[in-house]
């Protein structure tokens, strides 16, 4: 079945510095989801991207679909320490509505 | 709206017993889904529906699982019986029509079997 591998895990961060999670699918992918969960909380979507090649930003953060459909980027310019949380990559195979998770990444922000 | 609502937030029980989760997704939303949430596995879809049917429960780990939706405004998750590697936070989310959209989930309950 399809699977979606997250990288890094974890990721230490000093307050101002870039971060970047990185998302690989074993199949092409029609879209990609982006998700944020805070401590305690629950999965918040961010964004989707759908073309190939897509760039897509909101403000500090900038997203990516990779040209072959398999693979997306998360990059946070500036971390302060509301980014703090786990970031996810999701993506939907052809044909299908289900979301496949990858297992996130979880980025720390240090003031 | 309120958001998808799920109930109980905090489950504790007693391995043996059933358990029997619920959620209400936002109205007008035609696709609800049940994740499951663990450290080691991450967040596994288990089930979804669309327009109240099961369209994929293939990711249902077992017999003691299953899932219902009687109705577009209500669905439930049941445990019977419960063990404790079954403890997890379980979320439900639901979308609009038409699929491929995002998203959006309920705050989960967090399930102990002890």
């Known amino acids: 079945g399809q699977q979606v591998m997250q990288i890094p895990q974890y990721q230490h961060v000093q307050e101002g510095e870039d971060f970047t999670t990185y998302c690989n699918s074993s199949?092409?992918?029609?879209?990609i989801q982006w998700y944020k969960q805070r401590p305690g909380g629950h999965p918040v979507f961010l964004i989707q991207?759908?073309?190939?090649?897509e760039v897509k930003k909101q403000k500090r953060l900038t997203f990516q679909f990779g040209e072959a459909k398999k693979n997306s980027s998360l990059h946070i310019t500036a971390t302060q320490t509301t980014d703090v949380g786990t970031y996810f990559c999701?993506?939907?195979?052809?044909?299908?509505?289900?979301?496949?998770f990858g297992k996130g990444t979880k980025l720390s922000v240090i003031p | 709206d309120a958001g998808v609502i799920q109930s109980p937030r905090h489950e504790v029980t007693e391995m043996g017993q059933e358990v029997t989760l619920r959620c209400k997704p936002i109205?007008?939303?035609?696709?609800l889904f049940w994740y499951r949430q663990t450290m080691m596995r991450g967040l596994e879809l288990l089930i979804y529906?669309?327009?109240?049917?099961?369209?994929?429960d293939s990711g249902m780990p077992e017999d003691r699982f299953s899932a219902k939706m009687p109705n577009a405004s209500f669905s439930t998750l049941k445990i019977q019986p419960s063990e404790p590697r079954d403890s997890a936070v379980y979320f439900c989310?639901?979308?609009?029509?038409?699929?491929?959209?995002?998203?959006?989930f309920g705050p989960g309950t967090r399930l102990t079997v002890t």
């Open positions: 991207l759908v073309k190939s090649g």
């Open positions: 109205s007008g939303h035609d696709y």
């Open positions: 999701a993506g939907t195979g052809a044909g299908s509505y289900q979301l496949t």
């Open positions: 989310a639901s979308s609009l029509p038409g699929g491929g959209y995002e998203q959006y």
């Open positions: 529906f669309n327009n109240n049917v099961p369209i994929d």
């Open positions: 199949t092409t992918l029609s879209n």
